[in-house]
T-cell receptor, first 114, second 112 residues
Framework: EAGVVQSPRYKIIEKKQPVAFWCNPI?????LYWYRQNLGQGPELLIR????????DSQLPKDRFSAERLKGVDSTLKIQPAELGDSAVYLC????????????FGEGSWLTVV | DQQVKQNSPSLSVQEGRISILNCDYT??????FLWYKKYPAEGPTFLIS?????DKNEDGRFTVFLNKSAKHLSLHIVPSQPGDSAVYFC???????????FGTGTLLAVQP
């Protein structure tokens, strides 16, 4: 079974530029998550989808971040414009059912804003 | 407000000995706990989990213990191997949300 696939793996951009990350979850997983991990910290949830619906986006900085999950499968996370403080690893994850189940992570998209 | 705390940023253990990684939490509503392992430049990999209805769960060399009264869980690795060297994250969730709250991680170094 293929794991969670993310692209690009690495991205370096100048501040104020836009950037987008793509994620394809594990087949059959209806819940998709975007996490952000800063250096020396644990991952923090940005947004969670149940199928196409964003059921928890309370931690998503909506002034510059947006996400979508069309057709309830793959997802895109966008930052526009990027700031220096956005440098982090953006992790996509998926799980099969709504609660009490293991979340599986992709390898992450490493963003550096210069 | 750090709801999940891993107070030891690093741990060094000799190969073949036991590794004990600790995690404390403050939210009494947490009812599901997980440990993830992370190698450099990779995403976190699920290792083992435990529900709050249990106090112990084993999977091969890995055992997780949960002490609900102390709001404490620990991961035991026996015997430790050099390939276990990684950052270990403790995570917890409450109820039906499946929203994982992570600790800051403990870097385990297993010396040959």
């Amino acid at each position: 079974e293929a794991g969670v696939v993310q692209s690009p793996r690495y991205k370096i951009i100048e501040k104020k530029q836009p950037v987008a990350f793509w994620c394809n979850p594990i087949s059959g997983h209806n819940t998709l998550y975007w996490y952000r991990q800063n250096l020396g910290q644990g991952p923090e949830l940005l947004i969670r989808y149940e199928n196409e619906e964003a059921v928890d986006d309370s931690q998503l900085p909506k002034d510059r971040f947006s996400a979508e999950r069309l057709k309830g499968v793959d997802s895109t996370l966008k930052i526009q414009p990027a700031e220096l403080g956005d440098s982090a690893v953006y992790l996509c994850a998926s799980s099969r059912v709504y609660s009490g189940n293991t979340i599986y992570f992709g390898e992450g998209s490493w963003l550096t804003v210069v | 407000d750090q709801q999940v705390k891993q107070n030891s940023p690093s741990l060094s253990v000799q190969e073949g000995r036991i590794s004990i990684l600790n995690c404390d939490y403050t939210n009494s509503m947490f009812d599901y706990f997980l440990w993830y392992k992370k190698y450099p430049a990779e995403g976190p990999t699920f290792l083992i989990s435990i529900s709050s209805i249990k106090d112990k769960n084993e999977d091969g060399r890995f055992t997780v213990f949960l002490n609900k009264s102390a709001k404490h869980l620990s991961l035991h690795i026996v015997p430790s191997q050099p390939g276990d060297s990684a950052v270990y994250f403790c995570a917890a969730s409450a109820g039906a949300t499946n929203k994982l709250i992570f600790g800051t991680g403990t870097l385990l170094a297993v010396q040959p």
